[in-house]
């Protein structure tokens, strides 16, 4: 079943909300597209690529008459989005976001909604290390999971958002908000936490100069230095907002890392192995299950390192 819009408004013009904007125009699935950003300098990229006839830095224009508002902002300035458009969107409209915290977010946002207005939270899990309007791709959310947390999965905005999200190429879950955000947590934020924790730690060694640092980056550091370059605003509001599920992990994390430290300062070579086979499994599972590449070097062209 395929699904159309007459207007769609996407608020943010970064990676994921330009990547949106791109899929609506490839697969024809609104009438109207309308596209905002409060960043002057995002707006005129936005224009200069021709990313929607209609762009501007006023967010509540496009909001007045959409049927569909995407919000595309980082997490932190959500609440504040929705309250300013809140009184300008037309009865019946959808609200929805792509915010990689959920439980937070619906909380912050909720209060201000309206009756009248269906609010579908919801969380593309794509992206890369770049953004901007110009780093964004139609392609973008083919064969990737989309999770909706709505507070009530049987609402038909619920249906309609979920094949807006098909009709992108994506995989739709839907599942509670707090679960989603622990979920989420072992298997973005923390590791997200993880790559800019190192990436700083080897930049700040005084026993190794940036210079070596960078000349010789082995495969692993330079996949961490990669993760490490995404958004840091985005990413300062993830950890803010989902704080309790990222300290959890992190005093897993933490506990797992002290004891493989233990088996190597004391030579435990089979407690080494053991893990580390054990590891390696979820690697062939997450190659299986279409979440990634099985190609040598993870996909790399060599010749370009």
Known sequence: MTVHFSHIHIIGCGLIGSSIARAVTTFELADRLSIADQSDDVVKIAKTINLAREVETDFTLGAKDADLIILATPPGTMQAVTEAIMPVMKSGAILTDVGSVKTSIINQLAPHIRDDIEFVPAHPIAGTENSGPSAGFATLFEQRWCILTPEDPERKAVEKVKRFWEAMGSEVAVMDAARHDFVLATTSHVPHLIAYTLVGTAMDMETVTRNEVVKFSAGGFRDFTRIAASDPVMWRDVFMQNKDSVLEIVDRFIEDLSAIK????WDKDE???????????IRRRIVDAGQDSDEPNF??????D
């Open 262 to 265: 233990r088996a190597i300062r």
């Open 271 to 281: 407690v080494l192995l053991e893990h580390f086979s054990k590891t390696r499994d």
């Open 299 to 304: 996909g790399r062209n060599t010749l370009d």
